[in-house]
């Protein structure tokens, strides 16, 4: 059986998983508040170490944020967890328990999980796009995750955009969910959740104004990345992809946009079919990649 581990920034997902795919033991160790590595690590070694005195494990497999070598587990940039770069779980777990132990960047983690039995099953070319607080992503080549040369693959956050003040920002801060709380909230003069915001799209011009405009540059950069990568799909994950009007409204301006780029759009755009779970799933495919 495998044990799977989602590390995020608020909380610590384990799942034991058995050789059909089946979850037999799922449990979330919440922090209450960001915490260290140190921390981490603690919280770590005394949830696996209960995990494998009830559950016969023969391997580890993590989802981290963060810029991870899949070989050596050697986590560069930025994580939501303060040091992170100063603990290499993989090591770590794997000396401490003497068993196989294999990681991979969370988004990573989440294509896979559509790659292997999601919304991108039998694709050989895909991107996923993560909107979440900011963007983020992965790609797959010929059936594989591509990590790039320096593992910054799918990381189209970090793209630039031009707004129409001459700023010019990355992808996250321009198109992602807080960019459209705190545009809704310049334009109003008071707040709402991003679901709240959806919900009003019809009746409060802001919340209208606000949505096209995060709309019209998530649909330049999926048109910017459809044009480079020739892609069989785009798989749109983050919570606001379960919400049809947003998956409409994309659908719709990216056949406006390419028609007016001359470009003929055969991508599919789907949402992502896994949701909370879609981290763990992944890692559970991590030693079949």
């Known amino acids: 059986m495998k044990l799977c581990i989602d590390i995020g920034g608020m909380s610590c997902k384990f799942a034991v998983f058995d050789e059909r ?3 037999i033991f799922k449990t979330n160790a919440k922090y209450g508040q960001l915490i260290d590595y140190i921390k981490l690590e603690k919280l770590l070694f ?17 989802a981290t944020p963060g810029i991870i070598d899949p070989e050596t587990g050697q986590m560069t940039g930025i994580s939501a967890i ?36 999601g919304a991108a ?3 050989k070319n895909a ?33 630039l955009y031009l707004n129409n003040q ?23 003069k008071s707040s709402k959740s991003g679901e709240e915001i959806y919900d009003s799209y019809h009746t409060d011009q802001f919340a209208k104004q606000a949505i096209d405009t995060q709309i019209s540059r998530l649909a330049n950069l999926i048109l910017f990345l459809a044009t480079t990568l020739d892609p069989d799909v785009v798989v749109i994950g983050g919570g606001i992809s379960a919400n ?17 780029a001359d470009f003929e759009f055969k991508t599919k755009i789907k949402k992502a079919l896994f949701e909370n779970d879609a981290n763990l799933l992944g890692a559970y ?5």
């Open 46 to 62: 005394e949830n696996v170490e209960l995990i494998i005195k009830e559950h016969q494990i023969d391997s580890i497999c993590i």
């Open 244 to 260: 049809q009007l947003f998956m409409d409204l994309l659908q719709t301006e990216l056949q406006t946009i390419s028609k007016l």
């Open 21 to 23: 795919q089946r979850v």
């Open 166 to 188: 001459d700023e010019v920002k990355n992808y996250s801060a321009a198109a992602g969910m807080n960019f459209l709380q705190n545009y809704y909230k310049s334009l109003a």
């Open 285 to 289: 495919f991590l030693n079949e990649e």
């Open 121 to 123: 099953i039998n694709s």
């Open 82 to 117: 303060e040091g992170q770069t100063n603990f290499n779980s993989k090591t770590a777990l794997a000396e401490k328990f003497n068993l196989p132990v294999f990681i991979e960047n969370d988004a990573n983690c989440a294509a896979i999980a559509e790659l292997r039995a």
């Open 127 to 159: 991107v996923f796009i993560v909107v979440g607080t900011g963007v983020g992503g992965a790609l797959v080549v010929n059936n594989s995750l591509y990590h790039g040369s320096f593992l910054r693959a799918g990381e189209f956050g970090g793209a």
